[in-house]
């Protein structure tokens, strides 16, 4: 089983690494980005019984830094 | 005096660290591999040193802070040890809750490294008490993730409490309110982007990093 966890950066969080994303795509001549914000997608894959709470606390514990960072959870 | 380093798979300032402690402070100093679950006993100091833990996988300190000996290294935070970390020490501080914030990428998406001015804001703790209240002090900074990070009641809070131990004289990485360094509430953890242990003789081009080690004999021995 499949699960996919998006790890973005909170609102206000200033993202150096969006901004520099968002420079080159415009030094490319893309035209009509506002703005990029750079995450993280992490595929778990899992036996079925790994529940949504132990995807939640794994989230919490190690994959985003709740400081600065929200997570999604999908399941495939 | 005792006193651990913390070794990490991709820590690079360890034996630097280890050296400015045992010269400095005459502690009989041991390194710590990041496997073990304890730590020796009656410890006086254990320094989170520089690095690149893990690679710097998914955030920097973020696998290092999870490793076993990170939970001796709490429980004897909790306890009143005094904890230094420096550089990736500061962001594994920060990834295992003993400092709050967070540490993120350059604002310049740059790696800096060059010697820098600090202003010491807080002469007060166990590895300040050497400096005086807004002296300016040169360290060297060697890092590609020092940009702090809290929300502005954090700040406001750690601001009040005399945590801000250093701040940048200049802005260096887009650090919030151009803190290089911050104490825990109880004032036995600090961490810190630049290091002091390479800038503690004259080779160094100078050793205003010095009085952080000397600073801890005064207080501990």
Redesign the interface.
């Known amino acids: 089983m499949k699960t996919r966890v998006f790890v973005t950066l909170k609102n206000g ?2 993202d ?2 969006g ?2 994303i968002h420079h080159a795509l415009e030094g490319l001549g893309f035209a009509g980005v506002n703005d990029v914000r750079a995450g993280r997608l992490i595929e778990i894959d899992h036996e079925p019984g790994v529940s949504n709470t132990d995807l939640e606390a794994m989230c919490r ?3 985003a ?1 709740m ?2 960072e929200n997570f999604e959870i999908e399941q495939a | 005096m005792r006193a651990a380093v913390i070794q990490f798979p991709g820590s690079n300032c360890d034996r630097d660290m280890a050296v400015a402690i045992r010269e400095i402070t005459g502690a009989d100093t041991s390194l710590v591999w990041h496997r073990e679950t304890s730590l020796p006993e009656r410890l006086d100091l254990i320094a989170v040193p520089g690095g690149f833990s893990y690679g710097d996988y998914l955030r920097s300190g973020a696998m290092a802070a999870r490793s076993p000996v990170m939970q001796a290294v709490v429980e004897a935070a909790g306890r009143g040890v005094p904890v230094l970390g420096v550089c990736n020490g500061f962001q594994i501080l920060t990834e295992a809750g003993l400092l709050p914030g967070a540490l993120m990428r350059n604002a310049s998406i740059r790696f800096v490294c060059r010697t820098v001015k600090l202003t010491v804001e807080n002469s007060q703790s166990i590895f300040t008490g050497g400096y005086n209240a807004g002296e300016e002090i040169r360290i060297p900074v060697a890092h590609h993730d020092g940009n702090y990070f809290a929300d502005d009641e954090t700040l406001d809070r750690l601001e009040g409490e005399g945590r801000v131990a250093f701040r940048y004289a200049e802005p260096v990485n887009g650090s919030a309110r151009n803190i290089a360094g911050l104490l825990n509430d109880t004032g036995n953890v600090l961490g810190m982007m630049p290091h002091p242990e390479r800038m503690i003789e004259a080779v160094h081009g100078g050793s205003d990093g010095r009085r952080l080690f000397a600073s801890l004999i005064r207080e501990i021995a």
């Open positions: 969080v200033l150096p690494q901004k520099a514990k190690l994959l830094n400081v600065i």
